[in-house]
C-alpha cells in the first residue's frame, strides 16, 4: 500500500484564503480543501491517499479509510475541530458521527470530546505550512504558523501554540481505528499535545468496540505537559529511531508513519531538526521540509508548540508503516 508525502508546495496543491481572524470559517475551509485534496481526490500529479468522502456540509466533513476500518467526523464549532469516529456511519447529529461505536474521546457518550484547533490553519501566507503523510488506512495532518505576518523560528515560545498541530486518524499497526493529537475537553482548548487528545474505536485487550466506561491509555515515553524546551543546535552522530507505541490493558499497539528519536524529544522543532542534520532554523514556513537522515525517505518534524508534549518525526519509511 503507497505512502505518500504531500505539502504545501507542491505544484496544483489546494489553493487556500488566508486571513487573520483567529476564529474565522476560513481555517476551517483551508483543513477541508487539504483533507480532501490529499486524500480523496489528489491533486497536480500526486495520487489520492484512497480515503472516500462519505459527506460534507459547511461545518463538518465525514471520511471512511480505504481499508473500511472507520468512519471519522470532523466537525467545526467556534474555531474548533471536534473528532469523532464510528465503525458504521448513521448520519451526523450535534456534529458528532453516528453510528455503531460512535464515540469522541475516551468515554462512551462523548461527555469529554476530542478536539484539536484550527485556528491559525490559514493565517497569513508567508508564516503557514502544513503537510500529510497517508496510505488508506492511515494519516497524518500537521499544521505550523504563528500569529506573526512573518515566518518564525520555530523555536522557544515563537509561533503560536494553537497554529503547531500534528493529528493522527486512522489505523495503527494492529489494527485499531484511532484518532489522537490535540485535547479531550468539554471547554475551549488550552494546551495541546499529542497525547491530550485521543480517541479508539475498539478497546485493543479485547477487540470489542468501547460502549461502557472509559478507556484507560498511555503513550510509553511521551509526556503530556508544558516542558520547557532545551537543548543545542549541535548535530547528533546518528538517527537512532523507535516506534511509537501506546498502550491499554496490557495490549501494546504500534503508531504507524511516526517515530521518535529519543535524544531530542524535548527540544524545540528548529533545535530538533538541526540536532538530526537540517541545515539552518526550521521555519513555520518551510516546516514541513524533510530532513535527510541518508536512506532516501522523508522525516519531518511533527510541529509542536515551545514543551508541550515530545518531539518526534513522521516519516514514509516503510520500516514504520
Known sequence: MAVHFYHRDQPGSPALSFTTSSNSVVHWEGLVAVLKGCLVSGYGDQQPAGWELIAEGSDHLVLRSGSHSGYVCLSFAASAVIISVAETFAGITDGLIQGDGAKSGVAVGSTI????????????????????????????????????PASEELIGNNGNGYAQTAIYIGEDAEGNFIACGGLNTTSALGTQCWVTGFTALRDPATGLLVDAGTLDYAFPGHHSINMT??????????????????????????LRGVCMEPRIG???????????GYPGPLMSRTAHTPIDLGDGFAYVIAPRFAGQGTLFLVTDNPEFW
Open 229 to 254: 524546551a532545551t537543548g543545542h543546535a549541535t548535530a547528533l552522530p546518528d538517527a537512532q529511531l523507535v516506534s511509537i507505541v501506546w498502550t491499554s490493558g496490557g495490549a501494546v499497539s504500534r
Open 266 to 276: 524535548l527540544s524545540s522543532c528548529s533545535v530538533g531538526a538541526q540536532m538530526l
Open 113 to 148: 470530546p476530542h478536539k484539536f484547533m484550527a485556528r491559525h490553519f490559514a493565517h497569513a501566507s508567508a508564516n503557514s505550512s502544513w503537510f500529510v503523510m497517508a496510505d488508506a488506512k492511515t494519516f497524518v495532518l500537521a499544521k505550523t504558523g504563528t500569529s506573526s
